[in-house]
């Protein structure tokens, strides 16, 4: 387990329910600290105890979320008062000996300071500071700022460090590994699906993910509402993200949950291929047509309609792209690294090639420009998503 150095506290992703649904916390909260803080001192009697989450500095400048937390602030009201009665203030609506009293309380009860975040401008932050504690597992800290404001944005928080917060990063951090010093957090997480809050200080937004072949996949990230294309390529139940998509064509706004793909695909009595030549296998539906064919290279053709999946272990059998920037990005196929490119065309279809990276025999190896190499190229349109989903989830390659 990597050491945990320093603590943050951020006010733009604070929270009143903090632990994901799916993550049972048998632990007691930290309001038993606060608490004492409140009777020893009756400087904060006009402070709340609540919910919260706390965010930490790893050694590597990542973050990390806790969430069995609670933070001490003050009330509107007390605020306010303290304001409006040209009270001393230092750093908003802390007063002096308030601080004071704080510093001492965490001093005198067993609880030594973490230095790193302590006294010192936050990055991305204007006028904030921190003074942070430990005590064992137990995080604490005081975050305040220069504005002097009606709005009580200062308080005090304590946290346990638990193995579920470990868990969670080790699970997840990987998401973010582009950008580690984001603060992220799991608002739900139920079987293979996650969602969460992600901020890089004062604005942010949310994202969803899907476990594949044993990796957590980001499938959308943003402030707005997802295409409802990315939720049927991903197959993401109704039950589990129940807001609304857009379609491909920017205008219609409609609620996932009304046609959900929800429903497991049952594939009993699918058919089963099998490739000794190039080492993979897979299965399609009964009304699905298979065919082998030979030009130039061999390739492996299933279609339905409109919609098709042309599996092209050595390349050709090249077809037009369309003349717009796909959405790109890795991903993992029979866990074999790939490089994924959608086209969202009109009416829902979507255009999707997928390119191994990772070395497999007999298949012709990708460079960076991916061309003249192995493929998996994809027709789908919108109704047939879901069963090209679970056609490629069958995929195994052995080579």
């Not at 929800?262 to 291929?273: F, L």
Request: with cysteine.
């Amino acid at each position: 387990m990597k050491k945990i150095v320093g603590i943050l506290f951020i006010s733009a992703v604070l929270v009143s329910a903090c632990i994901p649904n799916g993550i049972q916390n048998e632990h007691l909260n930290q309001e038993d600290t606060l608490t004492t803080l409140k009777i020893e001192s009756q400087l904060f009697d006009d402070f709340i105890i609540e919910k919260t989450i706390l965010f930490w500095r790893r050694e590597d400048g990542s973050r990390m979320a806790l969430y069995n937390a609670n933070k001490l602030t003050p009330t509107i009201s007390a605020a306010q008062s303290q304001t409006n009665s040209g009270n001393s203030l230092y750093k908003s609506v802390f007063t002096v000996p308030q601080l004071t009293v704080a510093q001492e309380f965490f001093g005198s009860h067993g609880f030594t300071v973490n230095k790193v975040n302590s006294d010192e401008l936050l990055e991305g932050y204007i006028d904030d500071y921190n003074t942070s504690f430990e005590r064992g597992n137990e995080k604490c800290i005081i975050h305040w700022n220069n504005e002097v404001s009606s709005s009580p944005d200062n308080y005090i928080g304590c946290a346990v460090f638990e193995e579920y917060d470990e868990f969670l990063y080790q699970e997840f951090s990987s998401l973010f590994i582009d950008n580690p010093t984001l603060f992220w957090r799991i608002t739900k997480l139920e079987g293979d699906f996650a969602t969460g809050t992600v901020s890089s200080g004062r604005g942010g937004g949310w994202w969803m993910a899907k476990k594949i072949d044993g990796k957590w996949l980001k499938i959308f990230s943003g402030q707005e509402d997802p295409l409802c294309s990315v939720l049927m390529q991903y197959a993401v139940p109704g039950t589990f993200y129940e807001g609304k998509c857009w379609e491909t064509d920017g205008h219609t706004h409609r609620e996932w949950l009304d046609f959900s793909i929800s429903e497991v695909i049952d594939r009993s009595g699918w058919k089963m291929y099998y490739s000794d030549e190039f080492g993979f296998s897979l299965q399609y539906p009964n009304d699905w047509n298979f065919k082998e064919k030979e030009i130039l290279k061999k390739g492996f053709f299933i279609s339905h309609g409109s919609s098709s999946i042309a599996i092209l272990p050595q390349g050709e059998f090249d077809r037009g792209l369309p003349f717009f920037e796909p959405h790109q990005k890795t991903v993992f196929l029979s866990d074999k690294k790939a490089i994924e490119r959608v086209w969202d065309m009109v009416n829902g279809q979507q255009l999707i090639l997928y390119n191994f990276t990772d070395q497999i025999t007999s298949w012709v190896q990708c460079s960076d420009d991916l061309i003249n190499c192995n493929r998996i190229d994809i027709f789908t349109d919108l109704k047939d998503v879901s069963v090209v989903n679970s056609i490629l989830s069958t995929l195994t390659i052995n080579k």
